[in-house]
């Protein structure tokens, strides 16, 4: 079964920073990979997502993603963070062309940023 | 366009009570629905998931229970909450295609059963 692990639990950082969050999936075939946020009190958001096209992925907010298949990951990037990204981050991913395809999401990854 | 709507925003229960929690989506037509529980520490946990009318694929095992009865309509029961069951809800829905889509959230419910 497909599953997803971020092993950032919880990231700090200061402003102007660089920022990468891990993502590793597991599944052996085709994936679509997404990054999802969530800002305090509001709902989850589609930062960006992959479907089998350039590896290098580019989504809202300056944030961007690389799909690299050897390693089974999809890890989140910006090259700057502000204040503003504070927020918990989910990767996910589904496994598979089919109309039974589940979306399943990582453990997520609190970003604090300083300041 | 389409709008999903989860109600209610917040419920406070007794152990023992039942539960309803209901999820509809507006604008498609034959969605994948998904019922979520997200937990600090835990990600958002998949529970049930539906590709049609009477269709549910249960997850994880748990005292909870999903059913469809509608095409755009997901409910959320349970016939007698545990203290284990307070959490975040949220319900989701996606296209079929699996190629092109992604997950559209709910507000979510915040369970407490007290």
């Known amino acids: 079964a497909q599953s997803v692990s971020q092993h950032n639990h919880h990231v700090i950082l200061s402003e102007a920073a660089s920022l990468e969050l891990g993502c590793n999936y597991s599944?052996?075939?085709?994936?679509?990979l997404f990054w999802y946020v969530q800002y305090p009190g509001q709902h989850l958001q589609l930062l960006l997502k992959y479907f089998s096209e350039d590896p290098l992925v580019k989504g809202i907010k300056g944030f961007e993603a690389e799909f690299i298949k050897s390693k089974f990951s999809f890890n989140l990037r910006k090259p700057s963070v502000q204040w503003s990204d504070t927020a918990e981050y989910f990767c996910a991913v589904i496994a598979g062309y089919s109309s039974a395809s589940k979306i399943i999401f990582g453990s997520g990854t609190r970003l604090s940023i300083r300041p | 366009s389409q709008t999903i709507h989860q109600w209610p925003a917040t419920l406070v229960q007794p152990v023992g009570s039942p539960l309803s929690l209901e999820c509809t989506v507006e604008g498609t037509s034959n969605p994948n629905l998904y019922w979520y529980r997200q937990a600090a520490g835990r990600g958002l946990q998949l529970l049930f998931y539906?590709?049609?009318?009477?269709?549910i694929s249960s997850e994880v095992p748990q005292n909870l229970s999903a059913s469809r009865p509608q095409d755009r309509q997901f409910i959320l029961s349970s016939k007698k909450l545990l203290l284990s069951d307070s959490g975040f809800y949220l319900c989701?829905?996606?296209?079929?295609?699996?190629?092109?889509?992604?997950?559209?959230f709910g507000q979510g419910t915040r369970l407490t059963v007290v």
């Open positions: 539906s590709v049609g009318i009477g269709q």
């Open positions: 599944y052996g075939g085709t994936v679509n």
């Open positions: 989701a829905w996606s296209t079929p295609d699996s190629f092109n889509t992604e997950a559209f």
